[in-house]
């Protein structure tokens, strides 16, 4: 527990020095990318092994193209993702996960297994908070 304290405290202070110059800090311009809700999700898909543009949109029916293409570009241009082009009629794209993306694989099926994990405990303060919150708003009117 101690460790894990000290682990938070090297953490913060690490985001407090890097929070001074934000356009350079390493925190934000990774997680501003790969923290989306549709990154994680390609990431993760992709871990089990490349994907063609199509797969990918049945496999996150509610990304639209213009969003899947836009967030494969991100993930390509930040060295995560690796684009091949077939030349086939007309011609096919396959995605697939570069070592970088592959080392972020980890990482992310902790944050997965963490939020599944707290999903109901945070469900059950989301409500508490929001019956509070309800309440103040009732008394304050009345």
Known sequence: MIEAGREAQMVAGALAASSRNLADCPVRGVLDQVGDKWS???VMILAGGPHRFGALRRAVPDISQRMLTQTLR???RDGLIA???FPTRPPSVEYRLTELGHSLVGPL???IQWANAN???I???RRAYDSAVAGQ???AAG
Do not use: I
């Open 109 to 111: 099926a902790g944050l």
């Open 119 to 121: 999903h109901p405990t």
């Open 74 to 76: 991100d993930l390509q």
């Open 123 to 125: 469900r059950l303060a």
């Open 83 to 85: 684009r091949q082009v």
């Open 137 to 139: 708003a009732a008394a």
């Open 40 to 42: 994680t999700l390609l």
